[in-house]
């Protein structure tokens, strides 16, 4: 069956950096995409970068930020998202989602199901 796992989460300080974890199961990048998400406390869930090929083509959302790379691992089924100088608006739950690999655009719209998210904290 198909599944989500989204690890790596935690608390660090404006600046710092995070290496989130999405580790799926059930497919492949062949046929399905992986698509990584942000909500920040109540707001929407917001796609940031979202991978639907197995050579590493992507499609940004309207989250997508300039300091965020999605990366996916050459040899496990396992797509990351790493995260670097960390801001404020940064904080809240990430999620992977997949979605068929002739999505339109990398959004709720067509993503999901889901991973259960992992969070991320950021203060000084």
């Known amino acids: 069956q198909v599944q989500l796992v989204e690890s790596g989460g935690g608390s660090v300080q404006p600046g710092g950096s995070l290496r989130l974890v999405c580790t799926y199961s059930?497919?492949?990048?062949?046929?399905?995409?992986i698509g990584w998400f942000h909500q920040a406390p109540g707001k929407e869930r917001e796609g940031i970068s979202c991978?639907?090929?197995?050579?590493?083509?992507?499609k940004n959302g309207d989250a997508a930020k300039g300091r965020f790379t999605v990366v996916q691992d050459g040899k496990k089924d396992i797509v990351y998202l790493q995260m670097n100088n960390l801001e404020y608006e940064d904080a809240g739950a990430y999620y992977c989602?997949?979605?068929?690999?002739?999505?339109?655009?990398?959004?709720?719209?067509?993503?999901?199901?889901w991973g259960q998210g992992t969070q991320v904290t950021v203060s000084s």
């Open positions: 991978i639907g090929h197995k050579d590493g083509s992507i």
């Open positions: 989602g997949v979605a068929a690999k002739n999505f339109r655009e990398c959004s709720t719209t067509y993503f999901g199901p």
């Open positions: 059930g497919f492949t990048l062949d046929k399905y995409a």
